[in-house]
């Protein structure tokens, strides 16, 4: 996973409106909608970590603020929370499940 794919924790991204993210019991899914131009065979569970990031992204935050509000709901270190928040856009912005956002931080 390249963290070029994904941008620096500047970067503001977006949920894409490709997919939809559901709770299923204590699970999360990334579901593509159909006629949306996603790939239905990309459904994405994501653990709680990546769940709250997921519902971080919304046009506002920079990563290094998605980051804080991680550290704030999890026992995780910094530098590890950072690396973290960093492959996952990595892996997001590769299926098209988040899109850049005009702001930056």
Do not use: H, K
């Amino acid at each position: 996973m390249s963290r070029a794919a994904g941008g620096g924790l500047g970067e503001v991204w977006a949920r894409s409106s490709r997919l939809v993210g559901r709770r299923i019991g204590d699970g999360y899914v990334l579901v593509p909608l159909a006629g949306r131009g996603a790939d239905l065979d990309s459904i994405l569970n994501l653990n709680r970590v990546a769940a709250f990031v997921w519902e971080q992204l919304d046009g506002e935050r920079s990563g290094s603020e998605v980051v804080e509000a991680v550290l704030g709901q999890f026992d995780v270190e910094r530098l590890r929370a950072e690396q973290d928040y960093l492959e996952l856009i990595g892996t997001l912005a590769e299926i098209r499940a988040v899109e850049p956002s005009c702001r930056r931080a």
